[in-house]
Each structure stands twice: as structure tokens, then as C-alpha cells.
């Protein structure tokens, strides 16, 4: 049973990488912008270029390391040090009030950080600690690669992946729905104000 999980959940893992690699690459000056308006660790003018060029391209590894679930220890130990780091950046935004973009999937989704995006990162945290616990336990106790060997072949993988696809996309709709949901409340709560002031 905990193999079945970790074997789902790897993937899932990976596919919100690839689509957050793929949303960024496609976007790279918006990329930039996001990097600046966070001001996470910008010491020269330069940095955020170079840090806009290498996050994409990590997230295309790890993402690709999980999905094709090569090294695993490797690969999920990175992913939770990188969800660390995302969840430290928007927790200092959100300490500073700054009203930005998430930006987590690049030009593929346009929404403010808020609750739900700390709880959508808290949530990965939680997925990725159990994957590694798992990795670590199977190697260290039991020998053996965690993957269910039901699913550990080509058309079980592909099998995974595909439903790792889908339910990423169905939480970015999520997202997109919680944001714009956002925006009209804003928008009214904006719209009362004025109408109380013309008052």
C-alpha cells in the first residue's frame, strides 16, 4: 500500500515540476520580474537573470528525475529542499504585505499569493517528506527500489504519469478558479467603498 502511494505520488510531484519548469521557460522575463518583486537574495543586478535562467531548468530535471523516477533519494530530497525554499519566499512576502504575482507556474497561470498558495506549497511538503521517508525507509531497511512492481514497467509508468498530468492540471484550474475568485471579491469590496464614500 505505501509503495502504491509513493509510486503516484512521485509523479505527481514531477508533473507539477515539469509544468512549472515549462511555465517559466516560456516566460522568462516575467520570471525575472517575479525573482525581483520577491527580493529573495538579490545582491547584484545580475543575480536574478541568473537565478531566472537556473530555477526553470531545475525544476525540468527534478521534475524528469520523478517522473521517470530515476535516483530517487536524490530527486525527492532535492524537490523538498526547493518546496523549503518556495515556501520561505512566500511566507516573507506575505509577512511584507506585497501584493505579487505567485508566479509558481510561470506564464501558464496568473494568481496573487495567498492562503491557498501556502497551503498548495504546505501540501507538496507534506507529499514529498512521505515520499522521502518512503525512499529512505525501503533502501535503508528493506533493500529495495520503492516502486510498486505492479506499476514498474513502461506502460505502468506511463500509466502513472498521465494520471499524474491530469491531476496537476486539475489543481492549476483550481488555482486559476481560487484566483479569479479573489479578484471579483477584491473588485466588489473595492466597488462598496466607493459607493459608501459617494455617500
Known sequence: MVLTLITFVRPLLGC??????????IDPHGTRRAIEAYGVMIRTLSWPAYLARALPLGELVLGALLVCQILPIVSSVSTLVLWLLFLAAVLRARKRNLSIDCHCFGALTREPI????VTRLAVLL????????GDVYTVLVRASPS????FDSLQGRAMIAVVA???????????QAAAILH???RARSTHGDAVSLHR
Open 16 to 25: 507539477t515540476l515539469l509544468l512549472a519548469a515549462s511555465g517559466k521557460f
Open 183 to 185: 479578484t471579483v471579491t
Open 114 to 117: 495567498t492562503a491557498l498558495t
Open 147 to 150: 516502486v510498486d512492481p505492479t
Open 165 to 175: 498530468f491530469l491531476s496537476v492540471v486539475c489543481l492549476m484550474l483550481l488555482g
Open 126 to 133: 507534506a507529499l514529498t517528506s512521505g515520499v522521502v521517508f
